[in-house]
Structures are given as structure tokens and as C-alpha cells.
């Protein structure tokens, strides 16, 4: 066994160390798997169910740190790095088993690595001990920078008898989490058991590093050489200078070892579309161009850029976290994004608003051979649209489309929408149908093109086999519910045929959002509900207070809650009701509470509401002042009453309207 993994090693080195970092002329296109606060829309069991879907358009898919972070978290106060894969995401169960689906279906995952800080486990310095393969991991206190946070670690750690590294911050220092000093051997060596297991042990293919302007780019490089991931990029969050002296800082025997985001490109793209004016996009960014920019001489790191247009951090998150957003024309932003070099990566948000366009943006760059080392001539620059062609073969349009006229010998329009336009080069010789192959709801319209230079060349279709049709180039069809196979080709080459396979549904209506009916509050109470997550499996605990005190024992992590039932989405209901109990006089009701798995995982700090329906991180409605739907009563089904608040009573006992099995009663 051990002379077969070595045999192994050896035929898969040299296409590892081919690498570099990140593949050339890769063409392959990224999904970031999450936004802020994803946690119901990132459970590892909620992508694994969309595994085809994302497999029809994705080669990488990105996905939130896996590891446990001691409670709900988007995984960036990391805490456990190899015994404990229970995360707000899941279980490590069902990471493992959404990270093979995704392999078995060609999909690679990135996991998120943070190694720039780390939490602790109970005072400033100390750290998890974990054990992998007989092997047990543990920072010390000297592996924390010396100048951690401004110097006030060092300060508590001399008040408290701990000593830290005395090596500063390899680069820039923050105060949110113990600063790691990546010159520790013992750093050094934790870190590197820790790729190796996130690598060939979960089955991650490569790592997005987070905030990598905390350390030196030296350690990326060291790492990386060490694990061999396939693909590598890192969030150096700055001007394009910076990030193109961090690529090559990674290097190791003169070789880069990492790609970075490409910030700048995200900036121009928001600035033009947010502003209404295309022509930015050929223009600098507060005195920086993109990576992918033909205005320097960036060409050499096109390989190394990782594109997008909206993340986790740039996202208007509320109005109290409006961040630096994208506000408008998003799909025109994707469709920049997804025509030019580089490889992109697409937000969460945009594919889950926008999947049927971003996946024929998608369809026609592969289709086109676009790759991460294509080069590109821009054709218009004027504020109403910009236009690029890109290695001659595909020609995107953004803005007013209608400024924009290509020669039709060589170019045909094979994908429109709002202030965005794709054209295939007249060479490819080809049909092309506009609509990818997959599963959509109501009646889809799809744009036959016939891609050559032949002159008077039209598009021949066939739906399921049955009668030929023949039609101008530039027809868009529609079709209904139904399951149909789309075959296509030129009226002058029949050689050439395309093949579509759709499955379109009735257009299905979110039903609104139905608290159950066993959720009852009596008269005078007060009390909230939790529908819980499906893989909070513990006891669950409530912790309630105002500006005086607690209402819920003063010790975390408060009371336990009681179940009251599963609702149909198959969430476990819990209720907490006040006992009357008070840390503090002058008790009215809680300003805040938090729902907990036992402890953890947790809810984020939600505002109470008396009688309030919380699932997730979300006030989803209230008991009290919603009526709940009801029905008329049936032989001897027992009477039922609520007043108009919505509060179910025993019977009235004043006067006025009432509803009494599911009808209006009047009581004089």
C-alpha cells in the first residue's frame, strides 16, 4: 500500500508542480459559494442537492471555512483546524459528502483558509490541542506576534504571565484575533499539517487565503509548495501594484506560487455601471488599473487574476452595512465579467438572482475558448457602451447595445439582455441556441443564431425528433411546459449540430411564510419562538436581556427552551417563556435575545419581539399580532377562540368580535 501511494505521488508531482499556482490558459470559471450571513442558503446539504445544476456551469465552486468557530460564524474567527468539522455550514459528515459529490461531478471545491489570525479558546493566548493521525497540534503563546493588536496582547500577556514571539507582525498587524508569527517553526509545521489535511483528507482541490496582507507572501508561497494545491488565490485587498508585488512574493525557485484577486477590475466594473458610464471601464481606478488591463504591461499576471464583481465583504449587507456595493446593472457587470481574461468568479447572489442568464454568459465563453490568458482589442469606448473583442472570437457590448453595430459578416449576436450583448465571430461556423441545456419554470424563449459567413445561412431546428423547422437567423422560439431535446444546425452545413436538452416547469410561487399552528401564546405571556436548524442537534437555550439585566438566569448560555413541534419545513420548534425571574428590578420585557445550540452554535444578537417567530438569524413573524389561518368547525370539534390580536383564549369573557372556529362571532 505504501509502495502505491508513493507510485502515485510520483505521477501526480509533475502536474501539481506545472501549477504554478494557478493552471495556465485555465478555462474554467469559479462560483463563490456564499455572501454574509449564508447560512441557510450554504448548508453543505443545500449545495450537494445543487451539485448538477452548478456542475452544468462551474469548474471551482468556494465555499465558507468548514472548520468550527465556537459558534455561528462565516468562519473568519477560525478555531479548530482538524478535530472539530461541525461548523454553522453543517456536519463534517456532510461536508465530506458534498465535497466528493461535487468531484464525482467534476467540480472542484476551494475551501477558505485562514491562517493570518486565530481565536482562542479561553483568555487571550491559549489555543485548541488537537491530534491528527497520532500526531497532536498546539499553539503556544509565542506564536503570537509580538506586536499583536497595537501591543496590548503583550500587555495582558506580561500581566498574566505569558510570554509571546518576540518576531513582530511579518505584515500588517489586526486586533480582531491573535496575529499568527509565521516565522514559528511551530506555526510553520501546524500550518502545513493543516493544508495537507484540508487537501488529502477532505478533499479540497485549492485554497482562497484570506487576508493575506497579514503576513509576509513568503509563507503562502512556503505552504503552498509544501501542499501542492492545484489552485491558489489569495485576498490582497489593495491597488494593483501591491497585488502584483504579493504574486511575486509567493514565489519559491523563481516560480509564482499563487494567484490573487483582482480588486481593481472589480472597482472599474462598479464604477461604470453604478455611475452610468461604460467608457470607465478603460480607465483607471484611482490611479490603478486591473491585473486584466492592456494598458500596462500586465499580461504575465492574466494567469494569476481571479476576476469578479461582487463579494462577501463589497455587498450591501443593510442599510446599517451598505459597504461599497454593485447597485446596479448587475447583469451587464456579469456579462463583462464573464467575456473577459482572467478566470471569474461569481457571487452567490448573482447566480442565485440571475442563474439562467449567467449560465449562457457562461455556455458562450467556453463555447468561444475564452480562457484566463486570452488576450482583447476594445472597439468602443463612449460613456453610453463599451465594447471588447476578445482573442478575436467573441465580442461583448455593455450599455446601450443599441450604440453598438458590428460588421454582420463578421459578427452575429447570440445572447441580449438589459444593457448587455454578446456576439460570436462569424469564423466559428456554427448554429447556436441562446438557452443552456437544464431545468426552468415557466415558458422559456430561446435565440437561434446562425454563427458563419455563408451567405444566407439559416438555422434548422428539430424539437423531439419531430418536423424541421427552418428559420432566419436571429428567431427566438418559445417553449412551453414540457421536456423537449433541441437539435440545431446551418442550412448550410448540417455537419454542424448542437443538441439542447430542457426541462421546463410550471412557474412555481414561493408560498408565504406560515408560522405553525401549535404555536400558541396565552393570554399575558411573554415568550418567542425558534425554529432551529436541522443540524442543531443539542438542547436548545435561550438568553434574553435589557440595558438592566437578564431574564434568563445571568449565565450563559441561558435557560432551556421547550418543544413544541416540527414545522413542515422540518425544523424543530422551541419556545421560551419568561418564568418572571430578574437579574435587576423594573423588568418590562427583553430588548435582545439569542437562541444556542446548548452554547453553540448560536444565533447573532436578534431584537425580541413578544411573541416572535425566529429561524435562523431572521424575525420571520409573530404570533400574537398574526392571526393564524383557521378553519370552520366540523360535528363536535371542540370551540376555538381568538380575539383580534390574534391570541388564542379560552372563551370570551367581554364584549366584542371574535373568531371562533374560523368565523366571526360577535359577544354583546
Keep these: 500500500m505504501k509502495r502505491l501511494y508513493v507510485i502515485l505521488l510520483s505521477v501526480l508531482a509533475p502536474f501539481c508542480a506545472n501549477a504554478q499556482g494557478w493552471p495556465a490558459n485555465y478555462n474554467g470559471v469559479m462560483l463563490q459559494a456564499f455572501y454574509w450571513d449564508s447560512f441557510a442558503d450554504s448548508q453543505w446539504l443545500v449545495l450537494e442537492q445543487q451539485a448538477d445544476e452548478l456542475a452544468s456551469s462551474f469548474d471551482l465552486v468556494w465555499i465558507p471555512q468548514s472548520g468550527n468557530c465556537g459558534g455561528t460564524s462565516m468562519g473568519y474567527d477560525d478555531l479548530y483546524w482538524f478535530e472539530n468539522y461541525n461548523s454553522s455550514f453543517g456536519s463534517e459528515e456532510q461536508l465530506r459528502s458534498m465535497v466528493n459529490t461535487f468531484k464525482n461531478k467534476g467540480i472542484k471545491t476551494i475551501a477558505d483558509v485562514v491562517i493570518n489570525h486565530r481565536r482562542n479558546v479561553s483568555n487571550w493566548v491559549d489555543f485548541p490541542k488537537e491530534t ?63 493544508l495537507n489535511f484540508l487537501k488529502n483528507d477532505l478533499g479540497y482541490t485549492g485554497f482562497r487565503y484570506d487576508m493575506v496582507k497579514g503576513y509576509s507572501p513568503s509563507f503562502t508561497g512556503m505552504y503552498n509548495k509544501a501542499s501542492q494545491p492545484e489552485f491558489s488565490v489569495g485576498e490582497c485587498w489593495d491597488g494593483t501594484n501591491t497585488i502584483k508585488n504579493w504574486i511575486e512574493g509567493t514565489k519559491v525557485d523563481d516560480e509564482i506560487q499563487s494567484a490573487a484577486f483582482d480588486f481593481q477590475f472589480r472597482y472599474t466594473v462598479r464604477n461604470a455601471a453604478n455611475n452610468g458610464n461604460w467608457a470607465r471601464l478603460g480607465q483607471q481606478n484611482d490611479g490603478n488599473w486591473p491585473l486584466v488591463s492592456n494598458n ?278 422551541w419556545k421560551w417563556s419568561w418564568d418572571g425571574n430578574y437579574t435587576s428590578t423594573g423588568a418590562t420585557q427583553p430588548t435582545g435575545i439569542i437562541f444556542s445550540n446548548n452554547g453553540s452554535p448560536q444565533t447573532k444578537d436578534l431584537t425580541f419581539e413578544n411573541g416572535g417567530y425566529y429561524m435562523g438569524d431572521e424575525l420571520k413573524g409573530n404570533v400574537i399580532t398574526a392571526v393564524p389561518t383557521l378553519h370552520a368547525a366540523q360535528g363536535n370539534t371542540p370551540a376555538v377562540y381568538y380575539n383580534l390580536k390574534g391570541q388564542r383564549i379560552a372563551k370570551p369573557t367581554q364584549k366584542g368580535l371574535y373568531i371562533q372556529n374560523g368565523k366571526k362571532m360577535i359577544v354583546k
Excluded at 143 to 158: E, H, L, P, S, Y
Excluded at 160 to 166: I, M, Q, R
Design 296 to 573: 500596462q504591461d500586465n499580461g504575465k499576471y492574466f494567469r494569476y487574476a481571479v476576476t469578479f464583481v461582487e463579494n462577501h465583504d463589497t455587498e450591501w449587507r443593510s442599510n446599517g452595512e451598505r459597504n461599497d456595493p454593485l447597485l446596479k446593472d448587475t447583469l451587464a457587470a456579469n456579462a463583462y465579467l464573464l467575456a473577459m481574461p482572467g478566470t471569474p468568479c461569481v457571487f452567490m447572489k448573482h447566480w442565485m438572482a440571475y442563474s439562467s442568464q449567467i449560465k449562457s454568459m457562461i455556455a458562450v465563453r467556453k463555447a468561444c475558448g475564452i480562457h484566463s490568458q486570452s488576450t482583447y482589442t476594445n472597439v468602443q469606448s463612449v460613456a453610453g457602451a463599451y465594447s471588447n473583442v476578445i482573442d478575436d472570437r467573441l465580442r461583448v457590448c455593455v450599455g446601450n447595445t443599441n450604440l453598438e453595430q458590428p460588421n454582420p459578416a463578421e459578427w452575429v449576436e447570440v445572447l441580449f439582455g438589459y444593457h448587455y450583448a454578446y456576439y460570436m465571430s462569424t469564423s466559428m461556423n456554427t448554429p447556436w441556441a441562446s438557452l443552456t441545456s437544464g431545468t426552468y419554470e415557466g415558458d422559456q424563449k430561446v435565440l437561434l443564431s446562425a454563427v458563419t459567413a455563408a451567405e444566407g445561412a439559416q438555422v434548422v431546428y428539430q424539437l423531439n425528433g419531430g418536423t424541421q423547422q427552418q428559420v432566419a437567423s436571429g428567431t427566438t422560439i418559445v417553449l412551453p411546459v414540457g421536456t423537449f431535446e433541441l437539435k440545431a444546425w446551418l442550412s448550410t452545413d448540417p455537419t454542424k449540430i448542437i443538441t439542447r436538452t430542457y426541462v421546463i416547469q410550471e412557474e412555481q410561487v414561493d408560498p408565504p411564510f406560515s408560522i405553525p399552528d401549535f404555536c400558541t401564546v396565552d393570554e399575558g405571556e411573554m415568550c418567542a419562538f425558534f425554529e432551529a436548524p436541522v443540524s442543531w442537534t443539542g438542547a436548545i437555550k435561550c438568553w434574553a436581556w435589557d440595558g438592566k439585566g437578564n431574564y434568563t438566569g445571568g449565565t450563559w448560555p441561558g435557560v432551556a427552551c421547550s418543544f413544541v413541534g416540527t414545522s413542515t419545513r422540518g425544523g424543530k420548534v
Design 132 to 194: 491528527y493521525q497520532g500526531v497532536t497540534y498546539e499553539m503556544k503563546s509565542t506564536d503570537i506576534c509580538a506586536n499583536d493588536d497595537g501591543g496590548k496582547t503583550k500587555t495582558w500577556a506580561t500581566q498574566n504571565g505569558y510570554s509571546l514571539s518576540a518576531n513582530n507582525d511579518s505584515g500588517e498587524d489586526w486586533g480582531g484575533m491573535r496575529d499568527l508569527d509565521h516565522r514559528s517553526e511551530n506555526v510553520q509545521t501546524i500550518v502545513k499539517a493543516y
